[in-house]
C-alpha cells in the first residue's frame, strides 16, 4: 500500500503538462531503470522486504509509462554530477542507468541538463525540488519536497515562484542539453 502522500503525488504527475525537476543524490525517478531503482529503494528502506521492494521498482518503472502516452508531459530535468559518479547498484547497474538517460534525451518531451561540480554551490542545494504545472488554469503550480518517510506540497504563489527562480537559476547554469549528452557519453566510456 502506498503512503497517502505519495498517492497525491502520482495523481499529480498524471495531470500535469510540465514537470521539472533538479535531483542531487539520485537520477530522477522518471528516468531510472529498474536495477537502478532497486538500488535506491534497498538504501532508502533497508529493513524492507524483497517484495517490498520489488513492489516499489515496478511502480516506479510503470510511473515512466506517463513518458511515452499520446499528450505527454513536458519532462525538464536538471541532474547532479554527483548523482551520475555514484557507482549506486555497481558499475554494470550505473552504465544501464547512463544509457537508459541516453535513450531518455531522444524523447522530444524530455530535456535533460547535467549540473557539473565545477559549478561548485547551487542554488537549489537544500535537496530535490518537482515543480508540477497544469493546464488547467484553475490548478496551481505545486513544488513538491519529498523526503524519506513524507513529502511537503507547496502551491502558494510566493513559495513557488521563489523555487521556479531556483529552477530556472538551475538550468541556466547547468550544461546545456547538447553538452549533457556529451557528459553522459563520457561517463558510460568510463563505466564500460
Known amino acids: 500500500m502506498l503512503p497517502g502522500w505519495f498517492e497525491t503525488h502520482i495523481g499529480l504527475e498524471e495531470a500535469a503538462s510540465v514537470i521539472r525537476t533538479y535531483e542531487v543524490q539520485f537520477v530522477p525517478g522518471l528516468l531510472q531503470t529498474a536495477d537502478y531503482a532497486r538500488a535506491v529503494a534497498q538504501l532508502g528502506h533497508p529493513r524492507s522486504s524483497p517484495e517490498e521492494i520489488e513492489r516499489r521498482v515496478q511502480l516506479r518503472v510503470q510511473r515512466q509509462d506517463l513518458l511515452t502516452v499520446p499528450d505527454a508531459p513536458r519532462v525538464w530535468a536538471v541532474i547532479d554530477e554527483a548523482s551520475l ?17 541516453l535513450k531518455m534525451t531522444e524523447l522530444p518531451n524530455v530535456t535533460l541538463q547535467i549540473a557539473p561540480f565545477s559549478l561548485g554551490g547551487l542554488a537549489a542545494a537544500g535537496g530535490p525540488i518537482t515543480i508540477l504545472r497544469f493546464l488547467e488554469p484553475d490548478l496551481p503550480d505545486i513544488v513538491y519536497l519529498e523526503q524519506l518517510t513524507s513529502a511537503l506540497y507547496l502551491d502558494k504563489r510566493d513559495d513557488v515562484d521563489h523555487y521556479l527562480a531556483v529552477m530556472d537559476r538551475l538550468s541556466a547554469q547547468s550544461e546545456s542539453p547538447r553538452e549533457s549528452v556529451a557528459i553522459l557519453e563520457r561517463l558510460l566510456k568510463q563505466e564500460g
Not at 559518479?85 to 538517460?101: F, I, K, N, S
Open 85 to 101: 559518479r555514484r557507482p549506486l547498484g555497481g558499475p554494470e547497474v550505473m552504465a544501464d542507468q547512463l544509457r537508459h538517460l
